[in-house]
């Protein structure tokens, strides 16, 4: 039975064993969604599985593409087609231009964009097939607009943005819907090294968990909070350069206190 407050029988959640994603699992799990839950193999992922009925955990790696397509067919052989793929597995490396270390950047490029587009080839094929399904991507409000500090990060959740934009106008009238979802700061593991005083309306997981849910059912296109940073970001964006450099640096020298 389809969960009375939500459009998917089957969701697919990458990253499912972390913050963010595994408090939507549980949600979701609540209402009658069937999860089948992707981390790494380990204890993370089993305690999530362990812990909700409705959860049944699929381990897999999304760096390696043949081991999400069948990961993806042992899902759908087991609970039937996946409605909602939501791609969440990513990382933050902090960036130091002064000392750029060059592992965090390739290995947060790899998961935060590889890793979409590893389980996006996993999934997609048999929701075209079905004329049916919902891809929806973990971005970050980060990916707006280029910030000091963050070019690791910041760089990958762009592209992510990019991505989602190119997947939703190639898959309009396919019955496959695109949602990026683009956060600001959650209390999270993921950005323990990110220095706190530059962290602006952080909120918890539970928060981050609720919003998404709000609004994920209704499939749009783009979910983005808290409202006022989307729209700062969204807006010096938009303004020419000699004015958006400016603006950005003053708001980010205002951070550092
Ligand atoms: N926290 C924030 O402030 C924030 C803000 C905006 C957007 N986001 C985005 O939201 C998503 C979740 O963030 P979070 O804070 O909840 O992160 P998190 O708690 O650190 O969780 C990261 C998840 O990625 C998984 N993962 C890492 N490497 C993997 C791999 N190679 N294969 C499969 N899974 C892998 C981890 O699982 P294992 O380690 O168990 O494999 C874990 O489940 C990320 O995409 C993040 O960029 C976060």
């Not at 595994?22 to 362990?50: F, H, M, S, W």
């Not at 996946?82 to 990382?91: K, P, Q, T, V």
């Not at 609004?215 to 000699?242: C, D, W």
Request: one cysteine or more; glycine letters at 10%; aromatic letters at 8%.
């Amino acid at each position: 039975m389809a969960g009375a407050k939500y459009p998917w029988k089957v969701a697919w959640i990458t990253g499912a064993s972390g913050a963010i994603c595994g408090e939507i699992a549980r949600r979701l799990a609540a209402a009658g969604v069937t999860i089948a839950a992707t981390a790494r193999p380990g204890g993370k992922l089993d305690q999530l599985a362990a812990g909700g009925e409705g959860i049944k955990a699929y381990p897999a790696d999304v760096l390696r593409p043949d081991e999400l397509k069948a990961t993806v067919a042992k899902i759908e052989s087991a609970l039937g087609p996946i409605d909602l793929a939501l791609l969440g597995a990513g990382m933050y490396a902090p960036f130091d231009i002064r000392n750029i270390d060059l592992d965090g950047f390739h290995r947060s490029m790899a998961l935060n964009v590889d890793g979409v587009i590893n389980a996006v080839a996993a999934a997609l094929p048999s929701m075209l097939a079905r004329k049916s399904g919902h891809i929806a991507i973990m971005g970050s409000l980060f990916g707006y607009a280029g910030w000091p500090e963050n070019g690791s990060y910041g760089a990958s959740k762009a592209a992510v943005i990019n991505l989602a934009e190119s997947l939703k106008l190639e898959l309009e009238g396919t019955g496959v819907a695109v949602t990026i979802i683009n956060p600001g700061f959650v209390d999270t593991p993921l950005n323990a090294a990110y220095d706190p005083k530059k962290k602006l309306y952080v909120m918890s997981k539970e928060r981050c968990a609720r919003k998404i849910l709000e609004k994920l059912g209704g499939k749009p296109y783009e979910i983005a909070f808290p409202t006022q940073v989307e729209l700062f970001l969204k807006t010096v964006r938009s303004l020419p350069r000699a004015l958006s450099f400016p603006l950005i640096r003053w708001f980010a020298r205002m951070m550092q206190g």
